[in-house]
């Protein structure tokens, strides 16, 4: 089931179609090769879960977590991402794993369905959180868990709002990066309480970042210009920003939040 076809929706479907390009390359296997494990570290799995991993993408989540889980389902609204994840899985001859199409604002399961129910840095594109999170906790069983990962802004409005400026510019359907504090009230709005927090740091190159999106001239000068004035001592970006081996980096701060669910 596809449903939500909002512009936004068609806006993430057209900006995934172009990422899914170089998207595994990228986020499989390129920046950052200790997140999968400090995601894995944070979650205390048993291995009887039945998960489902909502926004899967390409399916980097749902292929962490099948070896241990007793089975995965991930669901994504974006086809190209889907076809991949469909195609690496089957390659790598991975057996407890599925594939649905269908959107995180309506998720085409019945209620209390999954033991863990996660979602990847994918809470910043969703169009109303609360709606995609309410929808992770109804198909959560009441003793299961609700797991977010996403990349966070800084606490301070200004920064953050700097931050997420740029990351809209950079790619459209990017609708809010919440602080850690901004992430935990929004899961206690959706009657979810945090059990444990984890946080860690990532570093991005800015070129390489700005390929994912085939970001056009306008934007990626528009960007620079701001890192480039972050260094000259301007304002600040909200990234912390940085230069090394005569390379523009920055810094992407990734939180984890195990939830339990509470009483509504
Ligand atoms: C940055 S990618 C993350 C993919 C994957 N979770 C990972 O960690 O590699 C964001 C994904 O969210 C998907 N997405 C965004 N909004 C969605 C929604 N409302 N329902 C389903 N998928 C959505 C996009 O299609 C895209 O594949």
């Known amino acids: 089931m596809t449903t939500g076809h909002s512009s936004h ?17 990228q986020v499989g296997g390129g920046y ?34 099948a070896p241990r889980v007793a089975h995965v389902t991930g669901i994504d609204v ?24 269908g959107d995180a604002a309506a998720l085409p399961y019945p209620d209390n369905q999954f ?30 868990r609700v797991v977010i990962v996403d990349i966070t802004a800084a606490d301070d409005a200004a920064l953050a709002e700097a931050h997420n400026r740029l990351e809209r510019l950079r790619d459209p359907s990017h609708t809010t990066a919440c602080s850690v504090a901004g992430l935990t009230a929004l899961a206690e709005r959706c009657a979810l309480k945090v059990v444990h927090t984890g946080e860690t740091d990532a570093v991005r190159d800015l070129d390489e970042w700005l390929d994912l999106t085939a970001a056009p001239a306008s ?22 920003a940085f230069r090394e081996a005569g390379r523009l980096k920055f810094v992407h701060h990734w939180a984890v939040l195990v939830c339990e669910l509470t009483g509504e």
Do not use: K, Y
């Open 78 to 101: 974006t086809p190209e991402m889907l076809a991949q994840a469909r195609r690496i899985a089957s390659d790598a001859g991975i057996a407890n794993i599925a594939f649905d199409d």
């Open 219 to 240: 934007v990626r000068q528009t960007v620079t210009a701001a890192f480039e004035a972050e260094l000259a001592g301007g304002t600040v970006t909200g990234m912390q």
């Open 9 to 25: 929706t068609e806006v993430v479907r057209e900006q995934f179609r172009i990422q899914s390009a170089q998207f595994e390359e």
């Open 32 to 65: 950052n090769r200790d997140i999968p494990g400090w995601i894995l570290d944070n979650l205390a799995l048993t291995g009887n879960e039945s998960a489902l991993d909502v926004a899967t993408g390409t399916g980097i989540m749902a292929r962490d977590l």
């Open 115 to 144: 033991d863990l129910v996660i979602s990847r840095i994918a809470v910043h594109h969703f169009a109303n959180p609360e709606v995609e999170l309410g929808e992770m906790r109804r198909v959560c069983q009441p003793e299961g």
